[in-house]
């Protein structure tokens, strides 16, 4: 359904608490989950303008960017600054067997939700036998 995208995130967590560093622009954190006939993945976008939210899906590569821009003016004095802020951008390789023709995203409370219908193709489904003594059913 879903391959894990980011062999380097466990690098560069370790590599922030060894020198202190960010290793790369703050992480987009999700979860994701098989509902029925659905594939749902949660993103965590707090203080995102949904505006500055794109989606592309190219071949089986989903890409989200979003960016979050400081609500403070220019001119401002700055006291503390621990949200960050920029652009942020996550990839998911999907699976064959979902539906990237038909997904469907909502944003609501800070939480980006992606539902990814499974493909009819990958489906379980029934198949009938016939001979012998009738019509029989197997599952496939």
Same mark, same amino acid.
């Given at each position: 359904?879903?391959?894990?995208?980011?062999?380097?995130?466990?690098?560069?967590?370790?590599?922030?608490?060894?020198?202190?560093?960010?290793?790369? +622009?703050?992480?987009?954190?999700?979860?994701?989950?098989?509902?029925?006939?659905?594939?749902?993945?949660?993103?965590?976008?707090?203080?995102?303008?949904?505006? !500055?939210?794109?989606?592309?899906? @190219?071949?089986?590569?989903?890409?989200?960017?979003?960016?979050?821009?400081?609500?403070?003016?220019?001119?401002? @004095?700055?006291?503390?600054?621990?949200?960050?802020?920029? !652009?942020?951008?996550?990839?998911?390789?999907?699976?064959? !067997?979902?539906?990237?023709?038909?997904?469907?995203?909502?944003?609501?409370?800070?939480?980006?939700?992606?539902?990814? +219908?499974?493909?009819?193709?990958?489906?379980?489904?029934?198949?009938?036998?016939?001979?012998?003594?009738?019509?029989?059913?197997?599952?496939?």
């Amino acid at each position: 359904m879903l391959m894990r995208t980011d062999p380097f995130r466990e690098l560069d967590r370790l590599t922030q608490q060894v020198f202190g560093t960010v290793a790369r +622009p703050a992480a987009m954190p999700m979860d994701a989950y098989r509902s029925g006939d659905d594939f749902v993945v949660h993103f965590d976008l707090p203080g995102i303008d949904p505006d !500055s939210i794109d989606l592309d899906v @190219e071949r089986n590569v989903l890409t989200v960017h979003a960016e979050r821009r400081s609500p403070a003016p220019e001119d401002a @004095e700055m006291i503390a600054a621990e949200r960050p802020t920029g !652009s942020f951008s996550r990839q998911l390789f999907l699976g064959e !067997s979902l539906d990237t023709e038909r997904i469907d995203a909502s944003y609501d409370a800070g939480v980006l939700t992606l539902r990814i +219908p499974v493909a009819e193709q990958a489906k379980p489904r029934k198949i009938q036998i016939t001979g012998g003594t009738g019509p029989k059913q197997i599952s496939g």
